[in-house]
């Protein structure tokens, strides 16, 4: 069951990572804090892109230097909270 949710996850997280690409990754934006976080939230997202051949970016070229990386730390463990959290989760037993 929870295997079948995490595959329904993992696919729902490749569709979005695709629509959110080419609006969050264009070439000509410098990055700040909130792209940052936005870029690190989507970034294990980008795991079922990879493991299907596409090549897809993870990180901004142009930033803002440490004000982007906070941001991309804060979202990568945002995620992590997030997804790990609903994968460990069971209900309180009576």
């Known amino acids: ?6 595959t329904l996850l993992m696919v729902f997280f490749a569709l979005v ?3 959110a690409e080419p609006r969050f990754y ?3 934006r410098v ?3 909130g ?6 939230a989507l970034m294990p997202m980008a795991l079922p892109n990879l493991l299907m051949g ?7 070229e142009h ?5 982007y990386k906070l941001g991309y730390i804060t979202g990568i463990n945002l995620c992590g909270m997030l ?3 609903f994968a460990f989760w069971r209900p309180r037993s009576p």
């Open 31 to 33: 990055a700040g804090f």
């Open 35 to 40: 792209v940052g976080m936005m870029h690190g």
């Open 83 to 85: 997804f790990f959290g």
């Open 17 to 19: 990572h695709g629509w």
């Open 63 to 67: 930033h803002e230097g440490r004000i």
């Open 54 to 60: 596409k090549d897809v970016p993870i990180f901004a």
């Open 1 to 6: 069951m929870k295997a079948g949710a995490l």
């Open 26 to 28: 264009g070439p000509e």
